[in-house]
């Protein structure tokens, strides 16, 4: 056994606490002044520039729950955040000044699936945000260093947040193998379905065909990949032989609706969160052509491509962005997407 000094990392004039949006119930959101943790010689001390509002944390907001994760004590909401290092523990190596993104889920490292590199499926694992673990809506955080991905100076800390979402869309379409010349449906133009949408472009899909319910939705997702839009409240699909459909909606029929476009042997991916169980799913149809019907969880490895993707060119992260709000009215972006459907991706700014 090793012993090693460890030097106490320098923390002077650094802060000792932060201003941060907690959940304590549905409909409760307070800005409060929280301790901050103390910075270990793995962490980093991070100043927040800008966090992002996605589905999870409306339902919070508005159920006080997400699923199956019930919120049961004040938590600070928010897994999709970027910001610049102000301090790094002793062994951490990142420096003071570096813009970062942070990677949200914290798996073990140690399971038989960590070591697998299907870290994203880690049942040990925490994510920040995720009730009771506290999030990223707050002015300072501490998070290790493994959590944080480098920005390049094209991607300002301001807008870094959407690279979580992004990295979303990166893992759905990794998991659809979406190949060049592809034909790919994608259900739901909210913003992980217009990012997957963009990505898919990236990737060489010949065709891109996204539908929703909301016309003001699908009339952007042409300025993101998309070669044809359907409202599929007004329109029936009329599509066959598609390569792949990637669900984005988390609804149901859009699902069943989905795959009965696709060509033998294709593959449809669910991203958008699904029902505990569900019925309609034609899957005699699956097993007739055997279309392989898989699922896409957070991400794995997809965060360094969702930065170059955008660093590129090749993804346009500031369209998605629609509107910004300032940490006090963290409580007015968390209903923005509803009371003005034609958001797409919400920030808050510090
Ligand atoms: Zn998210
Ligand atoms: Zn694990």
């Given at each position: 056994m090793t012993t090693q000094t460890i030097p106490a990392a320098d923390t002077a004039g650094l802060p000792s606490g932060t201003q941060a949006a907690v959940l304590h119930g549905a409909g409760d959101l307070r800005i409060e002044h929280k301790p901050?943790?103390?910075?270990?010689?793995?962490?980093?001390l991070v100043e927040m520039r800008s966090?992002?509002?996605?589905?999870?944390?409306?339902?919070?907001?508005?159920?006080?729950?997400?699923?199956?994760?019930?919120?049961?004590?004040?938590?600070?909401?928010?897994?999709?955040?970027?910001?610049?290092?102000?301090?790094?523990?002793?062994?951490?190596?990142?420096?003071?000044?570096?813009?970062?993104?942070?990677?949200?889920?914290?798996?073990?490292?140690?399971?038989?699936?960590?070591?697998?590199?299907?870290?994203?499926?880690?049942?040990?694992?925490?994510?920040?945000?995720?009730?009771?673990?506290?999030?990223?809506?707050?002015?300072?955080?501490?998070?290790?260093?493994?959590?944080?991905?480098q920005l390049p100076d094209s991607i300002p800390a301001e807008i870094g947040a959407a690279i979580e979402p992004l990295a979303v869309a990166v893992w759905a379409v990794e998991r659809a193998q979406v190949q060049p010349g592809h034909r790919v449906l994608i259900t739901g133009a909210g913003p992980i379905g217009l990012l997957v949408s963009q990505v898919a472009a990236a990737r060489g899909a010949a065709e891109i065909v996204v539908t929703d319910v909301n016309d003001?939705?699908?009339?952007?997702?042409?300025?993101?990949?998309?070669?044809?839009?359907?409202?599929?409240?007004?329109?029936p699909l009329d599509l066959t032989n598609m390569d792949r459909l990637i669900e984005c909606s988390g609804n149901t029929k859009a699902l069943a609706d989905g795959i009965q476009t696709l060509a033998p042997a294709a593959r449809a991916t669910v991203v958008g969160q699904a029902r505990p169980t569900v019925d309609g799913i034609p899957l005699g149809f699956l097993q007739r052509y055997e279309i392989d019907l898989v699922t896409a969880f957070r991400y794995a490895h997809a965060f360094p491509t969702?930065?170059?993707?955008?660093?590129?060119?090749?993804?346009?992260?500031?369209?998605?962005?629609?509107?910004t709000y300032p940490l006090e009215e963290a409580a007015a972006a968390l209903t923005a997407p509803v009371t003005d459907p034609t958001n797409l991706k919400v920030l808050i700014t510090y």
């Amino acid at each position: 056994m090793t012993t090693q000094t460890i030097p106490a990392a320098d923390t002077a004039g650094l802060p000792s606490g932060t201003q941060a949006a907690v959940l304590h119930g549905a409909g409760d959101l307070r800005i409060e002044h929280k301790p901050l943790a103390t910075l270990g010689p793995n962490d980093v001390l991070v100043e927040m520039r800008s966090g992002g509002i996605c589905g999870s944390d409306m339902h919070y907001y508005a159920d006080g729950r997400n699923g199956t994760n019930v919120l049961r004590q004040p938590t600070v909401l928010g897994h999709e955040g970027a910001g610049v290092v102000i301090a790094a523990g002793a062994q951490a190596s990142v420096a003071a000044g570096t813009a970062v993104v942070i990677e949200p889920a914290l798996p073990c490292r140690d399971c038989p699936t960590c070591l697998s590199g299907r870290y994203n499926l880690c049942p040990a694992g925490t994510c920040f945000g995720s009730p009771p673990t506290d999030g990223l809506f707050a002015r300072h955080v501490v998070v290790p260093e493994r959590a944080v991905h480098q920005l390049p100076d094209s991607i300002p800390a301001e807008i870094g947040a959407a690279i979580e979402p992004l990295a979303v869309a990166v893992w759905a379409v990794e998991r659809a193998q979406v190949q060049p010349g592809h034909r790919v449906l994608i259900t739901g133009a909210g913003p992980i379905g217009l990012l997957v949408s963009q990505v898919a472009a990236a990737r060489g899909a010949a065709e891109i065909v996204v539908t929703d319910v909301n016309d003001d939705r699908l009339a952007v997702a042409t300025k993101f990949g998309a070669t044809r839009t359907v409202n599929t409240a007004a329109t029936p699909l009329d599509l066959t032989n598609m390569d792949r459909l990637i669900e984005c909606s988390g609804n149901t029929k859009a699902l069943a609706d989905g795959i009965q476009t696709l060509a033998p042997a294709a593959r449809a991916t669910v991203v958008g969160q699904a029902r505990p169980t569900v019925d309609g799913i034609p899957l005699g149809f699956l097993q007739r052509y055997e279309i392989d019907l898989v699922t896409a969880f957070r991400y794995a490895h997809a965060f360094p491509t969702a930065i170059e993707l955008a660093s590129s060119g090749a993804v346009d992260l500031r369209s998605i962005i629609t509107s910004t709000y300032p940490l006090e009215e963290a409580a007015a972006a968390l209903t923005a997407p509803v009371t003005d459907p034609t958001n797409l991706k919400v920030l808050i700014t510090y």
